[in-house]
């Protein structure tokens, strides 16, 4: 066991806790929009925030 796996099963018991607070629905409906918010970041942080073509600068479109 790792620090990795360590950090996993921690976070997972954090979750379990909290899930039991806010119920079960609440939790699995913030935990989805968390990650489709990161899956959104991920795929269109590059093209907003990128070069620009003229300076070379970074900059937002």
Same mark, same amino acid.
């Given at each position: 066991?790792?620090?990795?796996?360590?950090?996993? &099963?921690?976070?997972?018991?954090?979750?379990?806790? !909290? =899930?039991? !607070?806010?119920?079960?629905? *609440?939790? %699995? %409906?913030?935990?989805?929009? *968390? %990650?489709?918010?990161? &899956?959104? =970041?991920?795929? %269109? =942080? #590059?093209?907003?925030?990128? #070069?620009?073509?003229?300076?070379?600068?970074?900059?937002? !479109?």
């Amino acid at each position: 066991m790792n620090l990795v796996d360590l950090a996993v &099963l921690v976070l997972a018991a954090l979750s379990a806790v !909290r =899930g039991w !607070r806010l119920g079960l629905l *609440g939790q %699995f %409906f913030e935990l989805g929009g *968390g %990650f489709l918010g990161l &899956l959104a =970041g991920v795929s %269109f =942080g #590059p093209d907003i925030a990128r #070069p620009s073509p003229r300076t070379g600068a970074w900059s937002a !479109r």
